[in-house]
């Protein structure tokens, strides 16, 4: 059903993936009627009380499970850059939580992975999963200060040919997403930013079919949520 839903019927119409970050947050998007979610790393980790990037695996896998539980559509989980495990592991814990597919990125450390390495770990991770998983495989070039679209491009061609079955040019700029979707073969995962601060999901979607095929948020909403619930605490009555 997952993979189904990145079938667009029309291509200029991309699948939205809000990003929950506990099982309350998940209820909220379904009952809003968005048919699948995507796990925020960043936004779990602040939910339970770490930076970003230092959730041990146990407790993000927890997570991941304790979100699948609450509701009745596919979830897919980012589980950063797989915490060090073994393919079959890895594969293994996310496929116990119930998670339908996975975010895994080519940077670890702040430091972007030699992307032939990469390419084969991704593909031993699908040779694992088999077609249990939809795998998303994050390109941090831009992130990492590269921003030359021709590097998330080859990285993208090396991650697909391993069977990613979708791309994630993280923060990849609005104007160069038409060149990355002429460049890369197969669904591309755009990410959305609130207030202003980036790309919307409602310009992504204005790109059409020249733009992404997914849109995700990643802690865009666990911080909204957040910056409102400070907002709501400030007019609490102080108790003395």
């Not at 779990?44 to 559509?73: N, W």
């Amino acid at each position: 059903m997952f993979r189904a839903l990145h079938r667009r019927p029309d291509p200029a119409d991309p699948l939205i993936l809000p990003g929950p970050w506990d099982a309350a947050s998940a209820r909220v998007f379904v009952d809003a009627g968005f048919p699948a979610l995507a796990t925020p790393s960043a936004g779990v980790a602040a939910s339970l009380g770490y930076e970003d990037g230092a959730t041990p695996a146990e407790e993000m896998f927890a997570a991941v499970a304790r979100i699948v539980r609450a509701v009745d559509v596919p979830v897919s989980a980012d589980v950063e850059d797989g915490y060090g495990l073994a393919p079959e592991e890895l594969v293994e814990r996310l496929l116990e939580t119930g998670a339908v597919g996975c975010n895994l990125e080519d940077s670890s450390g702040g430091v972007l992975k030699d992307p032939h390495a990469h390419a084969e770990w991704l593909a031993e991770v699908r040779a694992a999963a088999g077609d249990r998983l939809f795998v998303n495989a994050r390109v941090d070039t831009f992130i990492r200060g590269v921003q030359d679209p021709e590097r998330a491009i080859e990285r993208a061609a090396l991650y697909v040919a391993a069977g990613a079955d979708c791309v994630y040019p993280i923060a990849a700029p609005l104007d160069v997403l038409p060149l990355l979707r002429a460049g890369i073969e197969g669904p591309i995962n755009a990410f959305a930013l609130l207030d202003g601060e980036g790309p919307s999901a409602t310009e992504l979607t204005e790109l059409g079919s020249r733009g992404a095929t997914r849109v995700t948020f990643g802690p865009g909403l666990q911080r909204r949520a957040t910056r409102a619930l400070r907002d709501i605490a400030a007019r609490i009555p102080e108790q003395r």
